[in-house]
């Protein structure tokens, strides 16, 4: 699990770009953060979506975020998308909104493929592509996507579906995803075959292509109501 930091220190955040644009129905915002001494990607967001994406041979993260917004007539203040700052070795991304009823902020990250990420959506979607680093995410009411090379993975799903594509499966990592209701299917490559993984669902069908183990080592899929799918990644 990825460790919480507590102790702050100055750091150096170097904004290279920072941009916003008010259009005729959203609000758009980015800026780039330099993440040399960052080691965790923390970040939260109520209604919308989190979507991270990786660039390699970099060392900065580029933060973008749009939000659904249109001022009301007689409204002048216009709302912040999201901010970010650090703590320790831990870059904290926070979507923020008006506050004034439901929103839907869309966040977007660039990020060194070799971080570590805990993302929290409250509903909306987590999408991740083509990180090595670890992952932890939790996801009230949506869906979570994503194809990923990572050897350590923690996922919690309240009520939606889980799709995720795993190439870069270990047998020495470990692998959990949590659906309470709803739906899992994972793809695992040849290289997972006879690794000690449990599939399983407590009110739901199981189709899987490997073998189930009961006393599992490297990982766990479940859902408590639906169905649960564990199948081999094609290329």
């Known amino acids: 699990m990825i460790e919480k930091k507590i102790a702050k220190r100055s750091f150096y955040i170097f904004i290279a770009c920072f941009f916003?644009?008010?259009?005729?129905?959203?609000?758009d915002k980015q800026v780039t953060v330099d993440v040399s001494d960052i080691s965790v990607i923390r970040v939260h967001n109520n209604n919308g979506s989190i979507e991270v994406?990786?660039?390699g041979g970099t060392s900065q993260t580029i933060i973008g975020g749009y939000i659904n917004f249109r001022l009301q007539n007689g409204e002048t203040e216009?709302?912040?998308?999201f901010e970010s700052y650090t703590a320790a070795d831990t870059l904290i991304v926070n979507g923020i909104g008006s506050?004034?009823?439901?929103?839907?902020?869309?966040?977007?990250?660039?990020v060194p493929e070799n971080l570590a990420l805990s993302l929290d959506q409250n509903n909306g979607n987590i999408i991740v592509r083509g990180v090595f680093g670890?992952?932890?995410?939790?996801?009230?009411?949506?869906?979570?996507?994503?194809?990923?090379?990572?050897?350590?993975?923690d996922i919690d799903v309240a009520n939606g579906s889980v799709d995720m594509k795993i190439p870069g499966f270990k047998a020495e990592g470990?692998?959990?995803?949590?659906?309470?209701?709803?739906?899992?299917?994972?793809?695992?490559?040849?290289?997972?075959?006879?690794?000690?993984?449990?599939?399983?669902?407590?009110n739901g069908p199981l189709e899987s292509d490997f073998g189930i183990s009961a006393?599992?080592?490297?990982?766990?899929?479940v859902v408590?109501?639906?169905?649960v799918e564990m199948r081999l990644l094609q290329n």
């Open 53 to 55: 994406k990786t660039a």
């Open 99 to 110: 506050g004034k009823g439901f929103e839907s902020i869309k966040l977007s990250l660039t």
């Open 20 to 27: 916003i644009c008010c259009a005729g129905d959203g609000l």
């Open 215 to 221: 006393t599992p080592t490297v990982g766990e899929f």
């Open 134 to 153: 670890e992952i932890n995410a939790t996801l009230n009411f949506g869906r979570v996507t994503g194809k990923i090379w990572t050897e350590q993975l």
């Open 78 to 81: 216009i709302p912040e998308i």
């Open 224 to 227: 408590g109501n639906g169905p």
């Open 174 to 202: 470990y692998y959990l995803i949590r659906v309470g209701n709803g739906s899992l299917k994972v793809y695992l490559p040849e290289t997972a075959e006879g690794a000690d993984i449990r599939a399983w669902s407590e």
